[in-house]
């Protein structure tokens, strides 16, 4: 299995918008070379802001560069740019509508080392509870460059968000990245199987298990946690017995109450959130926290067994 | 030197928004009227002599551009763009109304003359050196005027901001602090101290003077001086909150209190008698 960083992703996007897109710009706020941006400086220098240690100011110069036609990427990780940077974020571009993006790396429990204060387990809850905001999680590195040229063309402020590590690439989720659209990668009837963002291989691995186990297993695959495709997950309340949605994020405010709250106004089934609790993370390898964290497909297998 | 036809002018200019400013809190019972009356005279400076704008024409690329940073203070905001025909003046009995285009804070895509959403203090000025750096990468020449209150410099991003502007040499910035030693709780001083603030604002890499912020002459050449800078300009302009309205000068209850039908009526009486 072929491994990749959708941070790389993230970047390779870029480079590859700039060439015909002049009113691309990129900030970051001195990590660059860990968003991966440096990359782009390397290119464009002239099209990259480094903003230093200034998220706060980032977002709301971003917010300026937009108001003047440009498209800025402004980047850093998802921590600073969802909890510290949250206000400029809700006033400065989601509330007016701005056309910025925000690149944010290192999301996620599997950032690991730096510990708690550095992985952003709440971020998509606060990304997609601004009004105007899209917010896009891709799944692997071919992916998150789709995400991020779609971002581009996108009239409007979104939140992309990607990782730290090299995750599995994950060939089926190479189909047209539209956003707002899941990706059906199985069909099935017994039960579905939700993921956004890295769990999208977890959820297919857990998928084979329980298929060789003699169910029938749908899985949708969704890189758009807003606007959520609201269909898909309607058909699949009414098509299938129940809902096992799997990210790497809190289980509050994230794709579980997502479609949690979607399925219990349209179609209540039974539903079970894979994610991290309630609870802050520690420091360790990637892997070792998916583990420990319970984000692995045998922790998807177990919670589709409760409904089964 | 300015002809004082024109400073007389300007002066009566200040009255009638000073009235529209009491008018529309009133008539609201919601607004910040003692910050929009003691920065009436800098925004009628700006807006009817200095500034190169197009009310009928907003978004003419060429614009000089004015950004609010002290987002409470829109009664003069939006009376000053009434008045140069950028909406009706009809639509000031609207503001703070359900419906209307005139929010509490700036909104920038509601409202024709407003050039960007401020309101949480600090933000207005960031996002003022964002737009000044895109004009800079187009190679264009007009000025960003960004206006922010005394107390809001407190923020932290106010100072990101400064770091920032001296880095990219925004040259075409002008900065007002809006300087009156008032905020919501008291005053600056006692709440959260900013003296010496030129100092610091020099320590950033801006280029600072210090102006009477009522006085015509003085913010009307010191324009044209900052206009010969090489860096950010920062003019700290002294004003008293509530000027034009003697009970409410120098008091921070009007900070966000509006008038009442008696107190209203006395503030529209001394701004008549001042024409």
Redesign the interface.
Same mark, same amino acid.
């Given at each position: 299995m072929e491994f990749k960083q959708t941070r790389q992703g993230y970047v390779d996007g870029l480079k590859e918008l700039a060439k015909d897109h002049d009113n691309l @710009?990129v900030l970051d706020a001195d990590v660059a070379k860990a968003t991966k941006t440096y990359e782009f400086e390397d290119e464009y220098p #002239?099209r990259f802001?480094n903003? $230093?240690v200034?998220e706060? %100011?980032m977002? =709301? @110069? !971003? !917010? $300026?560069? !937009?108001?003047? $036609? &440009?498209i800025?990427f402004a980047s850093t990780f998802g921590v600073f740019a969802t909890c510290r940077a949250g #206000?400029?974020m809700r %006033? =400065?571009i989601a &509330?007016?509508?701005l056309n910025v993006k925000i690149g944010a790396t290192h999301c996620g429990i599997s950032t690991g080392g730096d510990g708690a204060s550095h992985q952003a387990n709440e971020d998509i809850a606060i990304a997609r509870v601004f009004p105007n905001m899209t917010v896009l999680v891709p799944g692997d590195y071919e992916e998150a460059k789709q995400a991020t040229i779609a971002a581009a063309k996108h009239n409007g402020p979104v939140y992309l968000r990607f990782g730290r590590d090299a995750y599995p690439v994950v060939e089926e989720v190479h189909t047209d990245f539209t956003i707002g659209k899941a990706k059906l990668l199985r069909e099935g009837t017994d039960i579905t199987i939700i993921t956004t963002g890295i769990m999208v291989s977890e959820g297919l691995q857990a998928a084979d298990t329980l298929s060789q186990a003699g169910y029938s297993v749908r899985v949708l695959h969704l890189p758009t946690i807003k606007p959520l495709d609201v269909e898909a997950v309607i058909a699949a309340a009414k098509e299938t017995k129940g809902i096992i949605t799997a990210e790497e994020h809190s289980i509050i405010g994230g794709l579980g109450e997502a479609v949690a709250g979607v399925v219990g106004e349209h179609h209540p089934c039974p539903i079970i959130r894979v994610g991290v609790q309630d609870v802050f993370g520690e420091s360790g390898q990637a892997d070792e926290l998916l583990d420990l964290y319970g984000l692995r497909a045998k922790n998807i297998v177990e919670a589709a067994r409760r409904i089964l | 030197m300015i002809d004082e036809e024109k400073i007389i002018e300007l002066k009566k200019k200040a009255v009638e928004i000073r009235r529209e400013i009491v008018t529309m809190v009133h008539r609201a019972n919601s607004g910040h009227v003692g910050g929009s009356l003691g920065a009436t005279d800098i925004l009628v400076a700006l807006y009817y002599h200095v500034m190169n704008h197009r009310p009928d024409q907003p978004d003419w690329e060429n614009r000089d551009r004015f950004v609010l940073s002290k987002g409470h203070c829109t009664p003069v905001i939006y009376a000053v763009l009434a008045d140069c025909g950028y909406f009706p003046k009809e639509d000031l009995k609207m503001f703070r109304r359900p419906g209307s285009h005139l929010q509490g804070h700036p909104h920038q895509p509601k409202t024709p003359g407003i050039e960007a959403n401020t309101g949480t203090l600090g933000l207005g000025i960031s996002t003022g050196l964002g737009m000044a750096l895109g004009a800079k990468l187009r190679g264009q020449s007009h000025y960003y005027y960004i206006m922010c209150g005394d107390g809001e410099i407190q923020e932290g991003q106010a100072w990101e901001a400064a770091m920032f502007a001296n880095k990219y040499k925004l040259d075409n910035v002008i900065g007002f602090v809006d300087r009156n030693y008032l905020q919501t709780d008291g005053n600056s001083e006692d709440i959260m101290p900013l003296d010496p603030l030129a100092p610091k604002w020099e320590s950033f890499g801006w280029k600072v003077f210090t102006i009477d912020g009522h006085d015509y002459q003085q913010i009307i050449q010191t324009v044209e001086d900052a206009k010969q800078e090489t860096q950010p300009v920062m003019i700290i302009a002294n004003t008293t909150k509530g000027k034009g309205v003697s009970f409410m000068e120098n008091e921070v209850s009007w900070h966000g209190t509006p008038p009442d039908k008696e107190a209203y009526e006395n503030a529209l009486k001394e701004l008549t008698d001042g024409i």
């Open positions: @710009v #002239d802001f903003c $230093g200034q706060q %100011n977002l =709301s @110069v !971003a !917010a $300026g560069l !937009a108001l003047e $036609g &440009y800025p #206000d400029q %006033n =400065s &509330y007016p509508k | -």
